[in-house]
């Protein structure tokens, strides 16, 4: 296949017969962290400096390949103001993984992670990989926690944590990387589970697992699809 997507016989390919897995991702946590932000920077490698916060939920969704799988990642975006807690708790089921925001500029996103980590294990599976990222990285002189509250706190929950800039760009592609690779591995582990469980028991069939599979591409092999937003603002 080349770079636009064609087969190499030049007919299109079928985006079906592509997909591995897919694995849903919810990224969570206060309003106004930069949660859209970060979002457009992965998947359309884009910043909206007029921002505004999300109303209700949106998710978008991007192609890559780990392990020589093709992952549709699609990562939804959930409303951090507590009136719509109630809407976005129905999201987390399904999700395989979860990016938890907060603001390294306002201490009060930070003290409220330990409340979402506790509503997202509450509502979604038990295996869930959970990414903590200090986003807002970049506005060093306005730092309100300090990176190794952070680091404790990921340590002490069994966490992923990175600290991003979702206007720059920093460290966003490998922090989105790392928790899919990590949903990859939790995939991977399941399957052989039920593999070995399926011959010890002298069964013939093998197991199908929903979800998703990832493997890291670049450039022009990365396939983006569209927002489908039920607003038209950003948080």
């Known amino acids: 296949m080349n770079s636009d997507g064609e087969s190499e016989n030049g007919g299109p390919q079928s985006v079906a017969e592509k997909i591995d897995y897919v694995f849903k991702v919810v990224v969570i946590g206060d309003s106004a962290v930069g949660k859209t932000q970060i979002l457009a920077r992965f998947t359309k490698n884009d910043f909206c400096f007029d921002s505004k916060s999300t109303i ?24 951090g103001q507590e009136r719509y807690r109630a809407v976005t708790s129905a999201y987390y089921r399904g ?17 409220h992670v330990a409340r979402w980590v506790e509503e997202l294990r509450a509502h979604a599976d038990n295996s869930i990989v959970i990414m903590l990222i200090g986003n807002k990285a970049d506005l060093v002189d306005l730092r309100a926690v300090p990176t190794e509250d952070a680091v404790e706190f990921a340590e002490n929950q069994g966490l992923f944590f990175s600290e991003t800039s979702a206007l720059n760009g920093d460290n966003v592609e490998s922090a989105f990387f790392k928790l899919l690779e990590g949903i990859y591995g939790q995939v991977s582990k399941k399957a052989l589970e039920c593999d070995e469980g399926k011959f010890n028991n002298g069964g013939s069939n093998t197991l199908m697992l929903k979800g998703s599979k990832i493997d890291v591409i670049s450039g022009s092999e990365l396939e983006m699809s569209e927002m489908k937003k039920l607003s038209s603002c950003y948080c």
């Open 56 to 79: 209700g939920v949106e998710f978008q969704t991007r192609t890559l390949t780990i392990n020589s799988k093709v992952i549709k990642a699609q990562i939804w975006d959930t409303a």
């Open 95 to 111: 999700a395989l993984g979860a990016m938890l925001v907060y603001d390294i500029t306002k201490r009060q996103s930070f003290d």
